[in-house]
């Protein structure tokens, strides 16, 4: 049987694409698991503690954003449940006194502005709707990393591939002016760029 040419084309190109959509990412990215399988529900659920515990606001304003070690020794000195994945947190962390190094999903290129303050209090706008769910979370996802920028996925590799991934906005310029143009907010290069 004889394939017609273009046929033949036509297969050599979805395959060449499939390769592409795979093997891309895998060769610009990588990855790198959470020091800690932080759980976001269980602190929600079985210590009941709320965002602003860990993630307070400071008097003057500036955000903490990832919490420190001394957050979590008050109630981890000794251990809370029976879970293995606390034993090792203890062990590797809290005894030796030893900060997690966590990867910041949403960290900024150094020459983005970005205030959570302004968006948290004056806009009123809900952590989810810039970071998705969090409290649903059981476990820390796996942290990519653009090999030649060492920008994190969340704000430079979601967008070239269009694939909705998450459902959530996501951290692109794109995402932060169009939010703003929804709003009626029209900025400048340099409020947002230092
Ligand atoms: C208000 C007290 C409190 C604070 C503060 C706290 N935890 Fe916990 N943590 C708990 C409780 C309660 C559990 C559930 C224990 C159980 O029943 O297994 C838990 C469970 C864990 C586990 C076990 C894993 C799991 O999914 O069950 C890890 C790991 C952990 N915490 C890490 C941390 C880290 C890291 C911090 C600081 C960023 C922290 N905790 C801060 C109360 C706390
Ligand atoms: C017990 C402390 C604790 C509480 C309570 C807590 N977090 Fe976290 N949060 C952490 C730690 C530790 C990390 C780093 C590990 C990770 O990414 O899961 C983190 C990471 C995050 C991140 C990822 C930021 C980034 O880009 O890397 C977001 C968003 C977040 N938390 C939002 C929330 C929200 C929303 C709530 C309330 C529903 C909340 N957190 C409650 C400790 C806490
Ligand atoms: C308008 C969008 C938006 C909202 C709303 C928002 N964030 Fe963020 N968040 C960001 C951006 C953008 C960054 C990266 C900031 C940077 O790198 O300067 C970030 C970073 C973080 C980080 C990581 C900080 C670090 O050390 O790198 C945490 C934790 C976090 N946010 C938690 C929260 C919590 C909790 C809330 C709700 C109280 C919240 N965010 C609301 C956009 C948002
Ligand atoms: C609402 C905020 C906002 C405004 C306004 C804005 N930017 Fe951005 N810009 C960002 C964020 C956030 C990033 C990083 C994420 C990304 O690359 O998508 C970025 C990234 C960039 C980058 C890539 C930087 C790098 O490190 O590789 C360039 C270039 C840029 N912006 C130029 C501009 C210019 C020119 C304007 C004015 C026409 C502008 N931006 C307006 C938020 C903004
Ligand atoms: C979900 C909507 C939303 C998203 C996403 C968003 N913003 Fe905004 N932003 C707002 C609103 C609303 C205001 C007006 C706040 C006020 O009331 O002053 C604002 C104000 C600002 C301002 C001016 C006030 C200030 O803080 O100096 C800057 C700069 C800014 N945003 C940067 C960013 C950057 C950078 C991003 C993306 C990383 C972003 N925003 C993403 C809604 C958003």
Redesign the pocket.
């Known amino acids: 049987m004889r394939i017609p040419g273009k046929l033949l084309f036509l297969a050599g190109m979805l395959a060449a694409l499939g390769v592409g959509w795979v093997g891309f990412p895998l060769a610009i990215y990588k990855s790198r698991p959470?020091p800690v399988d932080?759980s976001?529900k269980v602190?929600?659920e079985k210590?009941g503690?709320?965002?602003e515990?860990?993630?307070a606001f400071r008097a003057d304003g500036t955000f903490s954003g990832?919490?420190t070690l001394d957050?979590?020794a008050g109630c981890h000195a000794a251990p809370m449940g029976a879970t293995v994945v606390e034993k090792k947190f203890i062990e590797q962390y809290v005894t030796p006194n030893r900060e997690p190094q966590?990867?910041?999903?949403?960290?900024q290129p150094e020459n983005v502005y970005f205030s959570h303050i302004t968006h948290v209090k004056a806009a009123q706008l809900k952590?989810?709707q810039c970071?998705g769910d969090?409290?649903s979370?059981d476990k820390?996802r796996l942290y990519q990393e653009d090999r030649i920028s060492g920008y994190s996925r969340d704000i430079w590799g979601r967008p070239s591939s269009r694939v909705p991934l998450r459902t959530e906005g996501g951290m692109t310029m794109g995402d932060c002016v169009a939010c703003h143009r929804e709003r009626g907010l029209e900025h400048s290069c340099l409020d947002c760029h230092k």
């Open positions: 959470q932080f976001h602190h929600a210590a503690s709320s965002c515990d860990c993630h990832i919490p957050k979590c966590w990867a910041s999903y949403a960290r952590c989810e970071h969090q409290k979370n820390p």
